[in-house]
C-alpha cells in the first residue's frame, strides 16, 4: 500500500477501538470511550458526498508544535520496520489519532463506535525506490457500502519528487485484480498526494492507489492505520442539514451549486460514460441512505 516499507514486518502486537477517553485494556490494546464531539470538527453533507464519490477526504490537524518532527525522526532511528508494532516503536502516533478533527472524520463516516484496527504499517520509500504499481488492498472481494478504510498519515511535506502516494478518484467502487492492472501508467484523473506534515488521507479501502518514484535525496515516511465501523447507523452522524436539498440556489454560483445532492448525482471524476455514470450513482445513494440510517 502506497509505498516500499524500509524492512519486512515482524509482529502484529495491538488492537484498539476507537470511542473519547482513553483507557488501558491490556498491554496491547485501548479504547477510546464516546462522548460529545463538537460539531465543528465533523464532516458536512458535502464532505460526505465527495468522499461517496471520489473516495478519499484530506483532514489536516492542528498538531501541537513538534510533534511531526519528532516522529518523523523516531522513525529515522528505527532499525528495523516492526510491522503491526509500530505504534509501540513510536507512541506518539496516537497524539494523530486522538485530534478531534481526525476523530471527526472518523466519527463522520464510520460512526461513534468505529475501530482502530491491529493491522497498521510504516512505509518508508528510500532515495532512489522506484515506482509501485496500481493495486487495490486486500484480496479481490469487495464490499460497496462504507464499512472500512484507511488512514495514511505524513509526518514531513510530501513534495512530487519524493514519491508521493497517488490515487485515482471514483475508482473505489471498480474491482480490478492487481496482475490485470500492472500494465497500466498514468491514469486521467490521478491525484499524487503531495501533502503538508501532519496531513492525514482518508481512503476508501478499495480505492486504486499506486505510488511514484522517490527521485529526492530524503526518506519518504506514511503510516498507514485501518478503521472499521462496529454497527450500523440509525442516523446520520456528521453535520447533517435535513433542509439542505430544499433550498433555493443560484447555480452560477459555484459555492451554492455544490450541495450533496448535486455532488451524487452529476460529479464524474473518471470521466466514464453515461450507463456506467448511472451504475456508479446507484451505488452512492446506497450508501448515502446507508449512513443516513436507512435500510442498506
Not at 495491538?14 to 479504547?31: E, L, P, V, Y
Not at 525522526?73 to 502516533?93: C, K, M, S, W, Y
Not at 497498521?120 to 528510500?126: A, F, S
Not at 495514511?152 to 519524493?162: A, G, N, R, V
Request: with cysteine; aromatic share 8%.
Amino acid at each position: 500500500m502506497a509505498g516500499r516499507s524500509c524492512n519486512s514486518p515482524t509482529s502484529r502486537l495491538r488492537s484498539t477501538t476507537a470511542i473519547s477517553t482513553w483507557s488501558a485494556m491490556s498491554s496491547f490494546c485501548k479504547k477510546w470511550r464516546s462522548s460529545a464531539m463538537s460539531d465543528r470538527f465533523l464532516l458536512n453533507d458535502a464532505d460526505i458526498a465527495r468522499f461517496l464519490v471520489n473516495g478519499y477526504h484530506l483532514v489536516e490537524p492542528e498538531l501541537p508544535d513538534g510533534l511531526n518532527e519528532t516522529i518523523a525522526a523516531q522513525l529515522d532511528a528505527l532499525d528495523h520496520n516492526p510491522g503491526d508494532a509500530i505504534t509501540e516503536a513510536v507512541p506518539e502516533l496516537w497524539q494523530v489519532l486522538d485530534h478531534p478533527a481526525v476523530k471527526g472524520a472518523l466519527i463522520s463516516l464510520l460512526g461513534a463506535d468505529y475501530e482502530v484496527q491491529s493491522h497498521r504499517h510504516w512505509h518508508c520509500k528510500q532515495p532512489g525506490a522506484g515506482h509501485m504499481n496500481w493495486h487495490q488492498d486486500g484480496l479481490n472481494s469487495r464490499d460497496t457500502l462504507l464499512n472500512r478504510f484507511l488512514g495514511l498519515y505524513y509526518p514531513t511535506d510530501i513534495t512530487p519528487e519524493m514519491g508521493p502516494t497517488i490515487i485515482v478518484p471514483g475508482t473505489q467502487f471498480r474491482n480490478a485484480p492487481t496482475d490485470r492492472m500492472a500494465t497500466y501508467t498514468n491514469i486521467r484523473g490521478q491525484v499524487p498526494l503531495t501533502v503538508k506534515a501532519g496531513t492525514v488521507a482518508f481512503t476508501h479501502y478499495d480505492l486504486w492507489h499506486g505510488t511514484a518514484a522517490n527521485r529526492s535525496p530524503h526518506k519518504r515516511h506514511m503510516i498507514k492505520f485501518l478503521f472499521r465501523r462496529t454497527r450500523d447507523n440509525t442516523a446520520p452522524t456528521w453535520n447533517h442539514d435535513p433542509e439542505d436539498a430544499s433550498k433555493t440556489r443560484d447555480w452560477n454560483k459555484r459555492a451554492e451549486a455544490e450541495d450533496a445532492n448535486n455532488i451524487l448525482n452529476f460529479h464524474n471524476p473518471l470521466g466514464v460514460s453515461q450507463s456506467d455514470h448511472y451504475k456508479e450513482r446507484a451505488i452512492r445513494r446506497q450508501n448515502w441512505d446507508y449512513l443516513m440510517g436507512k435500510s442498506a
